[in-house]
């Protein structure tokens, strides 16, 4: 049972925007920054968004996030078939004093 | 090019011990703090353990904790993972990470290995 809560499963179609929630609570998405991962199929996860909002170096705009409260969420405008992944939120727990995870979003691109 | 590469994962009997290791190239090894990162057949990833740059500073989460122990080895850039008392809830995908703060100290995870494969099976 993972701390931190995602939908198993979103789909869209080309060019269309979807969006992943991620539900936690007051000790890490509440009080702590929020960090996103894409994980391709058969492959390691990788840095899509960190510190809640910011994309690294190299991730296209069509991918953004936010937070309100105890919840977070992913977006991903201009859908496309390169975007079928998994996706990850994370953050540091501070009442647990260790990182959570999700367990993971698998959007399927129509 | 900055890469972890993990080794080590293995088929391992319950109760059996397994040492993973991470060869880290192209950044400043000492300077990151690391982590271990796994991955269980079709499920989330989950926390494991983490080691400060100097490697005076550990912690677990609950699946480790006296069980598993993380150590560094900054002069051949290398990270380590000692898994003892294994069980099958241990079977996974384990995964070698690098930490990056930003300007605010907040942390991420970086960079990402391929991941080793433990299984625990009798």
């Known amino acids: 049972q993972s701390v931190l809560t995602q939908p198993p499963s979103a789909s869209g179609t080309p060019g269309q925007r979807v969006t992943i929630s991620c539900s936690g609570s007051?000790?890490?998405?509440?009080?702590?920054?929020v960090n996103w991962y894409q994980q391709l199929p058969g492959t390691g996860p990788k840095l899509l968004i960190y510190?809640?909002?910011q994309r690294p170096s190299g991730v296209p705009d069509r991918f953004s996030a936010s937070k309100s409260g105890t919840s977070a969420s992913l977006a991903i405008s201009g859908l496309q078939s390169d975007d079928e992944a998994d996706y990850h939120c994370?953050?540091?727990?501070?009442?647990?004093?260790?990182?959570?995870f999700g367990g993971g979003t698998k959007l399927t691109v129509l | 090019e900055v890469q972890v590469v993990e080794s080590g994962g293995a088929l391992v009997q319950p109760g059996g011990s397994l040492r993973l290791s991470c060869a880290a190239s192209?950044?400043?090894?000492?300077?990151?703090?690391m982590h271990w990162v796994r991955q269980a057949p079709g499920k989330g990833l989950e926390w494991i353990s983490y080691?400060?740059?100097?490697?005076?500073?550990?912690n677990y989460g609950d699946s480790g904790k006296g069980r598993f122990t993380i150590s560094r080895d900054n002069v051949k850039n290398s990270l380590h993972l000692q898994m003892d008392s294994l069980r099958a809830e241990d079977t996974a995908l384990y995964y070698c990470?690098?930490?990056?703060?930003?300007?605010?100290?907040?942390?991420?995870?970086?960079?990402w290995g391929q991941g080793t494969l433990v299984t625990v099976s009798s």
């Open positions: 192209g950044f400043t090894f000492r300077t990151y703090e």
């Open positions: 080691i400060s740059g100097s490697g005076d500073f550990v």
């Open positions: 510190s809640t909002d």
């Open positions: 990470v690098r930490e990056k703060r930003d300007a605010n100290n907040f942390g991420s995870f970086d960079v």
């Open positions: 007051s000790s890490n998405i509440g009080g702590n920054r």
């Open positions: 994370g953050a540091f727990d501070a009442s647990l004093n260790a990182w959570v």
